[in-house]
């Protein structure tokens, strides 16, 4: 028998939620198609004013990233919880951190890069130019990571609470807001011509910063919630 | 190896049990006895370090577990009501990663060998959720036999199981004592281990 690493737990997690992603599709649809749904309303309720569905682009696909994420986080840590796996990892030779940073990575490449993989096209339907649509991809690949990090809290917060969802969205949306107006202020910018290099700084390092204190802020709170 | 003092530990404002006292040796089990709701799953809680007890130590190798953390949770192996699999994924798969999580890194052929011992010949493919009560508690048991932890905490472990699973589980305790293992167990079902003298905990 071997003793795994760090690393290999990390790997594992990961590998682990996104089996149980591909076997659930639904789940990972539903949030997929929301966010389709959502942006594309827009441009029919607002009916064809190229002007104006430009300047909204960046705001109203923040806004549906922001949104169908929310939808996907009340069931990052749930499943766990109620089978009791997340007793088992807590009990991990390893930092529980590791485990939930594992756990945020899977959450994203499930629900965040799909977005901003389908960003492109639905820009499309804003009369978006390329060099803002490259700008929305860059801030959305840097910003929904933040996003599910930013979310992981929460979940861990309401854990097993009765009506968890809308406390959890109560709890995680104002700290998005940061998120929220640099990506679409670095849209924008490029939009009028000016510098996105403050905006995209200011969105690194909202991610570095997420990466380094909200895994293991997640670990606290899932202990408390544990008890 | 463990030794508790003086621990108290309440849910709310009830006061389960305190000024418990006891240890356990290498080789050693213990029963935790007691009438539904006297405090077993949280006492076996806060020896894992889910719950923070109210009062009083547990100390593990003459630290208490609070500092030691990972290099106790090393080795301990617990299994609560909770099997901790997973109805999408096949007993094999949920046996690879729940010995993954408990930090040991299965061989395919292991994971096989101890699924087949727990009596779930041909079952080891078929997702969890077409298995019955009784045979996911037999995929949860079978961590017992791929674990290297020292200290084994099981909260009711008989549950659901048939007679010949039974059996098996006290062969498998009888066989992690010869290897100096450690066992705390509750049950409500009667539990023989061959030549062994179990110290018994009563909680009231």
Known sequence: MKRSSMLDLLVLVVRR????????????????????????????????????????APGVLWVAALLASMLSL???FSADYLDG?????MLA?????????????????????PLVLLAPVLGLQFDMSARAIGVL????????????????????????????????????????????????????????????????????????????????VTAQALRISME | MLEVSNLACSRGDHRLFSGLDFQVHLGQIMQVQGVNGSGKTSLLRSLCGFLTPDEGDIVWRGESIRDLDEEYYAELLYLGHLNAIKDELSALENLLISAGLSGVELEEKEAMAALRRMGLRGREMLPTKVLSQGQRRRVALARLMVSDAKLWILDEPLTALDVGAVALI?????????RQGMVIFTTHQPLQVAGMEMLTLSLS
């Open chain 1, 17 to 56: 939620d996104l089996v149980l992603a591909m076997r659930r599709r639904t789940d990972v649809l539903t949030t997929l198609i929301f966010f389709v749904m959502v942006v594309s309303l827009f441009p029919l309720g607002v009916g064809p004013e190229l002007e104006m569905l430009r300047k909204m």
């Open chain 1, 74 to 76: 009340g069931r990052l």
């Open chain 1, 85 to 89: 796996t997340l007793e088992q990892m």
């Open chain 1, 93 to 113: 030779p390893q930092s529980l951190s590791m485990l939930v940073l594992g756990k945020i990575t899977a959450h994203w490449m499930v629900s965040g890069l």
């Open chain 1, 137 to 216: 991809i860059v801030g959305l690949m840097l910003g929904t990571p933040v996003l599910s990090m930013l979310g992981a809290i929460g979940a861990a917060l309401t854990l097993g609470l009765r009506g968890g969802g809308v406390l959890l969205s109560l709890l995680v949306l104002p700290l998005c807001i940061p998120v929220l107006i640099f990506g679409t202020g670095a849209v924008g910018a490029i939009s009028s011509g000016l510098s996105i290099a403050s905006h995209m700084s200011l969105l690194g390092a909202l991610l570095v910063m997420a990466l380094v204190f909200t895994p293991w």
């Open chain 2, 170 to 178: 006290q062969e498998l305790i009888a066989e992690h004592l010869a």
